[in-house]
């Protein structure tokens, strides 16, 4: 009796009848530690059936009125209150020479709370890491010390990086010195260099710099020294260190990192299921710069199966070379991911491992994790079963080949595969996708762009992705050997890193919906939010000029997926347990679940360590964020190639599609390219425009003359600026168009016509598009 007081001391009245307010809720959580999730709170108050529904109700009300914030694994928090565990950087040192630090993700215009990092009794740092200094981040957990003002206790769990004490950055002037600009967009300061400094830096050159001490005291730029030169600013090979840069990515492995990887031996069958028989194939872009994943199926002899299916999917099996807490481990969870420009890659094991030993190259035997699928003939998943195997692949082929292969067109490499290997291929993927339509995961349509470098170093084409279904059957298998392994560690009881998507939160719902109304397009309230629902939007558009854009708003109102040991489920791809297992040369994630799969399965002794257990948590919120900085620095790196590109045709006209309206301008997206630009609100015309939020519109208030989101223009590229990858642009109006060619709305004019005499034809690449008329519709 007395343990059961001692547990309910800080729910408040509870009782069969009592159901809780909110201000019971709010104090349960901030009296109770630890993560709080609506199962916590309905077990505290003894919440069951169908007050349930009463419950989420009551959370989702709370939430919505700014009293209740989630954290990324549903754990609730008060609104006033920071998430418990996050990532943090050095802010400063107060008086007593405590070091201050502040959350990375702080959004708010308001200043952050103060939170100082603890000591132990003994005036160590927690968990014994170095002192945080200037550009150190942390994993930290936070604890409440008070509540107004705010301050907050940092327990740091493990020190993350410290950021370089170089900028990158273009140099102007010449050997009598002169200034660096950062090529950072985020970074206003300029940089003089004195002549003993310039160490041979050209103008114009792309440099790395760092800060010197002035002897004297000196008014003006800060002062810094040219460390190395970098190379023509204008390669495009340039734009991808400075986006590695920009976003600190560790792209140099230390020596004893790389002789780790170098000593590692050819794989050797012992324990292992011998499956060099089977002719397991990889299918890959032309480009592919490592090979983790090979397949195969037969048609299922089961007399309990007919016309069922059996698949392999074989993946390297990285965790037999990366040990938990090796060198290769610690680097390799450090970086988190490898990051992919279109010149190079920056791996995330050493190119000994992630190009040789771990990748599955033809003809090589290379030690493998398999999994064994049974599938009936409308696709259902009947069985599965894991293996450690050696395998030795039969071929790789890409894409174009495995679909030109089964449209009758072969090769000298495909031909002898079409029958054995491709067929059944087609036939087993044929099954699952009658089972994916029954699931009905978001349905996308995603245009992606591919960038071409010359072996020149310059933009060649900057061109549509080619997509078949060789590369949706690949997906598939992945999906389910995704789902398999998820399932296995769940059987087990093992930690498994999920990946989790959750459904989208009720205000990007909101703004859907509103969006949505402009078009004519109902979103109900109240509708079951399943992944068909906006299924129905897209199919609503699909071949209207608008569906690209839906698409896009669409796919904004979807939350950022992430990386959790608590499985909240994969809204998008409709599935209520996923985790990657595919890809282990180039996630870390995917590593962390061979290894949960190796120890559930008593495959080995390298399996998911007690330390690799204990730190789920930390590992998740660290590798979702490595991951969220490769997404930015390739965002920012075709963000500059585009700007690159196009900055030959500054003057040049063009049509684009509005994709974005706010108070400061509207962006266009060109088309069919994609580049993104702004134009500046004070351009647009001779009115005075201001933002219709619902109407997601810009509106002249004299001439009610309307721009809205999704609208066909044509502008006139005024700047490219290639070191921020920013596009200005510039409506033509009907005023900018002479008499004799102005046409009514509806009529195309030439698209990529010059404005300059003698200069050069915009490209097809850039400029092949039916142009539309503008938009200046009155309401």
Known sequence: MADDQKSNKNKGPVGPDYFPTAEDIIKFIKDTPGKITKREIARAFGIKGPDKVQLKKLLREMSEDGLLAKDNARAFRPADQLQAVQIVE???????????????????????????????????????????????RALAKLTLVREKPALYRASILKLLKNVPNTTMGVFHGGENGGKVTPVNKKDRDEYWIDREDVRGANDGELVLIEPVRSSRNRLGPKRARIKEKIGDVS?????????????????????????????ADEPTLDDRVDLRGIPLITIDPVDARDHDDAIWAEADTSEDNKDGWHVIVAIADVAHYVTPDSPLDREARKRGNSCYFPDRVVPMLPEALSAGLCSLQPHQDRASMAVHMWFDAKGKKLRHKFERILMRSHANINYRQAQDAIDGTTDELTEPLLEPVLKPLWGAYAALTKAREKRAPLDLDMPERKIIIGEDGHIQSIALRERFDAHKLVEEFMVMANVCAAEELEKHQTPCMYRVHEEPPLDKLESLRDFLKSMDINLAKGAVMKPQLFNGILRQVKGEATETLVNQVVLRSQTQAYYSPDNMGHFGLSLPRYAHFTSPIRRYSDLMVHRGLIRALGFGDDG??????KEMDVTAQHISSTERRAMLADRDSVDRYMALYLSEHVGDEFTGRISGVSRFGMFVTLEPSGGDGLIPISSIGNDYYVLDEERRALIGERSNIEYRLGDMVEVRLKEANKFTGGLRLELITDEDIPAFSRKKRGDSKPFGKKTRAGSKSVSKTVGKAKPAARSRRRR
Do not use: C, Y
């Open 90 to 136: 050095f802010a400063s040192l107060n008086d007593q020479g405590e070091a201050l630090v502040r959350p990375v993700n702080w959004e708010s215009d308001e200043k952050p709370p103060k939170i100082f990092v603890a000591e132990d009794k003994r005036g160590k740092k927690s968990t014994n890491t170095p002192a945080l200094g200037k550009g150190d």
């Open 235 to 263: 390669s495009a090979r340039s734009i991808s260190l400075i986006a590695i840069h920009a976003h600190d990515i560790p792209n140099e492995f230390p020596n004893h990192v790389l002789k780790a990887a170098e000593r």
């Open 608 to 613: 998911l360590s007690n330390e690799d257990m």
